[in-house]
């Protein structure tokens, strides 16, 4: 096993190495060699569980809520031997490290909101929630539970049954302070639909930006701004540009995302209408950075009126840029646009089209 190991490392380093991803909106150009590189690795990569899921997408999207969660228990699984050991290999490698770790980092950030917030009711937003294992973390700690008020967005149905039913089955008596909302979040930054909430004391997003135009992404952290409280903060997660398993999630497995430095960020908040220098953490193994704003404003009052002012910026005070955002929705990822919304929770088969279209957005 150790030698697969260090011979499957060898190959992905070489990979990495002759097709670096060149942009999160774009494949790599297909080559001769390249195709043939697939036509050999990629049969051995269908013989696994978890890795094969990333590969054939079929919920659209690579990271969807039960590949994630099989991601956080850390099973790997195969159809044989040889697939268990490739899907251990891949589990493995940096940026599969990076999205477990990540869990106990959003733990961490949900508990210590509740440390600056002592004394009462805490809101905390997860956007894109997924499986919600870190909120899961959480509620088993009564203490902590109390105090919170959630709000779990997510365009994919799926995801949001599988939350329902895991808290059902585990805390049923947490249900009446935990909301599950079905939203498309491209139509609500762009005013295109709404969602209502009270001001949030923390509103966070993990595996969502990362899939978003610079464009996109400014406007939904300027919508977030808006939706927090005088003291409330966001923090989002994005790959970073030091991915070192970027050329296989891109070249292989079709997993294309956009890649940003703590630059990048910096320019995105700043555009998005945040006063205050973001601040970066990191999980352990250095992939997935995480950016931290304070809200701007000083009152419940502005923080309505900077809602407003958001919505309004997109619809009615500049209908130009409200249709080129609309025209632009049009191209964005089919499972966010809908489609996966009505796909059954486990389908038989991968995705028939391409996603390629959500990298236009």
């Known amino acids: 096993m150790e030698l ?13 190495k002759l097709y670096p991803a060149p942009s999160g909106s774009k494949a790599h150009p297909t080559t001769p060699a390249l195709e043939e590189l697939k036509r050999q690795v990629l049969p051995y990569l269908q013989l696994t569980r978890i890795t094969k899921r990333l590969h054939d997408k079929p919920r659209g999207y690579a990271g969807d809520f039960l590949t994630i969660q099989w991601m956080y228990a850390n099973k790997p699984g195969g159809r044989c031997a040889l697939g268990h050991a490739l899907d251990r290999c891949s589990m493995d490698e940096p940026a599969a490290l990076a999205v477990r770790n990540r869990r106990a980092l959003l733990q961490r950030e949900i508990e210590e909101c509740l440390r600056r917030n002592p004394g009462r009711k805490v809101r905390v937003t997860s956007l894109a929630c997924g499986p919600a294992s870190e909120v899961f973390d959480v509620l088993a700690q009564p203490a902590l539970a109390d105090r919170l008020e959630l709000t779990l967005v997510d365009m994919d149905e799926g995801a949001l049954a599988y939350v329902r039913a895991r808290l059902a089955r585990e805390f049923p008596h947490r249900a009446a302070s935990v909301t599950l909302v079905r939203r498309n979040l491209v139509h609500v930054c762009a005013g295109r639909a709404t969602l209502d909430l009270p001001p949030q004391d923390l509103m966070y997003s993990i595996g969502l930006i990362d899939y978003f135009s610079d464009r996109t992404v400014t406007r939904l952290m300027a919508w977030i701004r808006g939706a927090l409280a005088p003291r409330g903060a966001c923090l989002l997660g994005n790959f970073h540009t030091s991915n070192p398993s970027r050329g296989y ?59 407003a002012s958001t919505v309004h910026m997109y619809t009615a005070a500049a209908p130009a840029v409200a249709e080129a955002e609309a025209a632009a929705i049009s191209s964005v990822i089919d499972v966010y646009t809908g489609s996966a919304a009505a796909a059954p929770l486990e389908p038989k088969t991968a995705a028939a089209s391409s996603t390629s279209s959500f990298y236009t957005a």
């Open 4 to 16: 697969l190991g260090l011979r499957f490392r060898a190959v992905l380093l070489l990979i990495n």
């Open 249 to 307: 999630m891109d070249a292989l497995l079709d997993w294309r995302l956009v890649h940003r430095d703590e630059a990048d960020m910096a320019r995105i908040a700043q555009a998005a209408g945040y006063a205050a220098v973001p601040t970066y953490s990191y999980e352990p193994a250095g992939v997935n950075m995480f950016v931290s704003l304070p809200a701007n404003v000083e009152s419940e009052s502005e923080s309505e009126a900077a809602l």
